[in-house]
């Protein structure tokens, strides 16, 4: 098992094929306390991001949200700076009303200036 982005980029060298992508959900990066600095060094490594709140006790895994008590700001601004345009899914299991919580989830990506990539054409 692959753990950390430095795992991911050791196993692409080891089989020496550099057309590989990695996973980075952020629930296990924060869990596991990894420095936000190694998105900055691994980014382009990054092909694909899962988010949930990641202070929710496993294995409820609730949305993101403005209000919800963790700080994103750290991992969104590092996503950003190393312009990270590829898919992030919402990685949520447990809901309470659905419709409300996925409002909320494209009020904190407005919030942060992301957009779908449909409408950023």
Known sequence: MIQSLAEALDYANEIGNMNIGTLLDYR?????????????????????????????????????KLDDGHDYSPFISAIKEIHYDGIISI???????????MKQCLDFFRYYGIIPARNNK
């Open 28 to 64: 296990w990066f924060w869990a596991m306390n990894h420095p936000i600095q190694e998105i900055y060094k691994y980014g382009p490594l990054v092909s694909h991001i899962h988010m949930d709140n990641p202070a929710t006790e496993f294995p409820r895994r609730v949305v993101p």
């Open 91 to 101: 990685e949520a299991n447990t809901f309470t009303d659905y419709e409300r919580e």
